[in-house]
């Protein structure tokens, strides 16, 4: 006769009892990526970044990493087994981060970059005067943070970082000034606090700054690089992958061999006389004026969306409406376009935002034209694409409703991520946007360039000893992208080597395609991409086990 199982060591209830005891860990180090995902429990919350809670809190993590390894994988349910290497992964990542990338010890970015209110302004998620509450006790937090990086940054920073984070900062007193305008209109019985906690964090910055300036900037070190090593780990961290950085720069290097042979090949079909260079020439001078080039965004967010379901390349989730504004002051410096999504957990609000980087009133004429000669019609369609549809905001709504587990809406891969938004452009030349034009398909080559390139780049920078020239030109000579852009690609690659993410999870997609579309989705992208997204952002190479067993 069987014993009867004994419910208090069921391994499902357990397990799931150490899922929120780990995600509610990870969401100690990082409580602005939970009010991202929509947990507003953790509204006005900072990190503690002194260098003795961040010890006790890699403490905690190696106990739970310890506790999740006497978990054997095999013992959970089938569906549940993916999220114990998601949740190894959300500890390993951090530890990474604080021990091995040493980011709080090297990256003064880490800390200016928590003096951001967008989240509370952007999302009507409770009423405004909780919403300003909730601003006014992050702004309070913001002094000791600052206090904190200062207590513990190295005496030798990478010049690049020093150089981001003084952009960054430079738009730190437009971002508050923002938000106080906000707080006056939504709440004015709480704007004297606000406006206490406004004036104490932005003098904080100054002094942070001050710091920078006199006493880290004069002793500036050019080094950056992860190293060999460090990168290999990376990659398991943030991706669970153990492909050698070897294997990654092969199938990089190769794409940007077919991109560009495929560039070329277009520009002999234009004619005699037409070069790649002469090709692009013929985009860039196609642009918005200033002006222009929000109301040409929104033109395209209303295309795309009907091109998406009149081929029916994936379902857009309903309600959908996704908004075009500018980026944020204090977002500038690091974005040329992004999306701010819902959240999975975010009660309600289906609705996109859609930033896209305007022209800086700083720039000289030249600056300018650069920078409006990057956002031309077919590059700007193909940008939207990427963030829109059916990229990132499409992406998202499948996130919102899928049925995943804690883990599985808290783990968010970089390369699923940004991979099904690159794939995303190719999908959509592919089944004729724009009426199958040709310039549709540059656009779409030059941008995939850009993120081979920036995957070359990174390993470049990070294992091979390359300096910010050497990348740059990379940018000019490889991607065919001009000095200004070519220049801030170079300087991004030093402090996220990740954005190598793009190509790796493009490329992952196009096989997992290819292996599972006909056999298993009898050729229906909208099947295909459909169950896809239905997997939230795994690590890059997870789904392709996950399709070999959809049906």
């Not at 992964?89 to 928590?114: C, H, K, T, W």
């Not at 009149?310 to 500018?326: H, M, N, T």
Request: net charge negative.
């Amino acid at each position: 006769m069987t014993a009867p199982s004994d419910p208090r060591h069921d391994p499902a209830t357990e397990f799931a009892a150490l899922e929120s005891e780990i995600v509610d860990h990870f969401f100690v180090l990082q409580p602005s990526y939970a009010v991202f995902l929509g947990l507003h429990r953790y509204d006005g919350k900072l990190p503690d970044l002194s260098r003795a809670a961040t010890t006790a809190w890699t403490r905690t993590a190696e106990r739970l990493l310890a506790k999740l390894a006497a978990t054997a994988p095999a013992t959970l349910p089938e569906e549940r087994r993916l999220d114990h290497l998601l949740l190894q992964l959300l500890l390993e990542g951090p530890i990474f981060d604080l021990n091995e990338s040493r980011d709080y010890d090297r990256n003064p970015m880490a800390y200016v970059g928590q003096v951001s209110l967008t989240s509370y302004m952007v999302r009507q998620y409770a009423p405004a005067e909780d919403r300003v509450r909730g601003m006014t006790r992050l702004l309070e937090g913001v002094p000791k943070v600052l206090e904190d990086g200062l207590g513990r940054l190295d005496a030798h920073l990478p010049k690049p970082f020093l150089t981001l984070t003084e952009a960054i900062a430079g738009g730190i007193p437009g971002h508050l000034a923002e938000a106080e305008s906000f707080a006056k209109g939504a709440a004015p019985d709480l704007l004297p606090n606000f406006q206490r906690a406004r004036t104490e964090a932005g003098a904080a910055v100054e002094r942070f700054m001050e710091r920078i300036r006199s006493v880290f900037a004069p002793a500036a070190t050019t080094e950056f690089a992860l190293g060999r090593e460090r990168f290999q780990r990376l990659l398991w961290v943030r991706e669970g992958m153990r492909s050698s950085v070897d294997q990654l720069l092969a199938d990089g290097t190769a794409d940007l061999k077919r991109n560009q042979a495929r560039l070329r090949d277009l520009a002999v079909q234009a004619g005699p006389k037409v070069t790649v260079p002469s090709l692009l020439e013929g985009l860039f001078q196609d642009h918005p004026t200033a002006a222009e080039l929000l109301p040409r965004a929104r033109e395209f967010v209303a295309s795309t969306r009907g091109f998406v379901l009149e081929k029916r390349l994936v379902s857009i989730p309903a309600p959908d409406s996704c908004l075009v504004e500018e980026t944020p002051s204090y977002g500038r410096a690091l974005s040329t376009a992004s999306m701010n999504p819902p959240g999975p957990f975010e009660a309600g609000q289906d609705h996109g935002i859609y930033y896209i980087t305007p022209v800086d009133p700083a720039w000289n004429a030249k600056q300018s034209e650069e920078w409006l000669r990057s956002f031309n019609d077919a590059l700007l369609r193909n940008v939207t694409v990427h963030e829109v549809y059916p990229g990132h905001y499409v992406q998202f709504l499948h996130f919102r409703r899928s049925d995943g587990s804690l883990a599985r809406k808290v783990f968010m891969s970089g390369s699923f991520t940004e991979g099904w938004a690159h794939y995303a452009e190719q999908l959509a030349v592919e089944n004729g946007i724009d009426g199958g034009s040709v310039r549709a398909e540059v656009a779409q080559i030059h941008d995939a360039l850009l993120r081979d390139v920036r995957l070359i780049a990174s390993i470049g920078l990070h294992t091979q000893g390359r300096d910010l020239e050497w990348a740059t030109r990379l940018f000019e000579t490889e991607a065919y992208f001009e000095r200004l852009p070519s220049e801030r690609e170079a300087i991004r690659g030093t402090f996220n080597p990740e954005y190598f993410c793009y190509t790796l999870g493009k490329l992952a997609i196009l096989q997992a395609r290819e292996r599972y579309l006909a056999s298993r989705f009898g050729g229906s992208l909208e099947r295909f991409h459909d169950r896809l997204l239905s997997f939230g952002a795994p690590p890059v190479g997870v789904p392709d086990e996950l399709l070999a067993r959809a049906g």
